[in-house]
């Protein structure tokens, strides 16, 4: 276990100083934060104090902050929370957004300290890199008041658009390549990470009993995944049609099982 976290603090601490541009550099990332975004706006207030798990380089935290939302920011980076305290004392809110260097699987421990929280999220798949998710449900289910909420977006085991198109060209392997556990993801930089995939059924199941659903949403059902921006920026009318039937569909049964990612809003149970 902590051989598998110096590996995932050595691979982000890597990627640390392009993350920002990458992130910058597309689109279909820009829609899956937007919709994040929005959700954390609604439910975490100004006031609020809440917890940041897998904060990267900061972005949720500081736009929350901006807002008057308190943030514990943690990640298993270095460098990129690093970044984060940087970003928070450039923008005058570094005395609301506390950073800590920590794993998913540690944060229980700020219980210790006597800090109990409005709220919590973790964004853009860094729950993927933890081999126990009960274990991380629990730690965070420590940390949270009663009826609070937790937002979650993790990548997903089942992946409709990325299926369908590596089905339609013959390449059945790589359709259904997240099925693997771990599954192989390659970052930015080109370094190869282990990662956990669950269904959106199986991340749910794994936050009860402490947490019950309040609703989910899949991102990227229809769109492709960031991997493949090249192409979809070269889609043509097409990107019009599956645009649509993204705002239309993505938050219903079957379709939101099947994204790129899952947004999953719970509440913690009392």
Not at 199 to 219: V, Y
Request: glycine share 8%; with cysteine.
């Amino acid at each position: 276990m902590e051989s598998y976290k110096r590996k995932v603090s050595e691979a982000f601490d890597s990627v640390a100083s392009i993350y920002d541009g990458w992130l910058d550099g597309s689109e279909l990332n820009a829609v899956m934060r937007a919709e994040s975004l929005k959700l954390l706006d609604s439910l975490f207030r100004p006031g609020f104090q809440v917890i940041d798990i897998g904060c990267g380089t900061g972005r949720e935290a500081v736009l929350l902050a901006k807002r008057g939302v308190k943030v514990v920011a943690t990640d298993v980076s270095p460098a990129m929370t690093s970044i984060t305290a940087k970003k928070a004392k450039s923008a005058g809110i570094g005395d609301i957004v506390l950073v800590r260097t920590m794993s998913a699987a540690d944060i229980g421990i700020l219980r210790n300290e006597g800090m109990r929280f409005d709220g919590a999220y973790s964004s853009s798949g860094a729950l993927n890199c933890e081999p126990d998710l009960r274990a991380v449900a629990e730690g965070i289910a420590s940390l949270l008041k009663p009826r609070s909420s937790l937002v979650i977006s993790m990548v997903n085991r089942l992946c409709l658009s990325e299926i369908v198109l590596y089905a339609s060209i013959g390449r059945p392997a790589k359709a259904f390549r997240r099925l693997a556990m771990p599954a192989k993801v390659t970052l930015e930089n080109g370094a190869e990470l282990e990662t956990y995939l669950h269904t959106l059924r199986g991340a749910a199941d794994a936050f009860r009993p402490n947490f019950e659903l309040a609703s989910a949403k899949g991102m990227l059902v229809f769109l492709p995944p960031p991997y493949l921006e090249y192409h979809w920026q070269r889609s043509g009318p097409l990107k019009h049609l599956l645009s649509s039937l993204e705002r239309s569909l993505a938050a219903r049964g079957p379709f939101r099982a099947f994204g790129d990612h899952y947004l999953l809003h719970f509440r913690r149970v009392e």
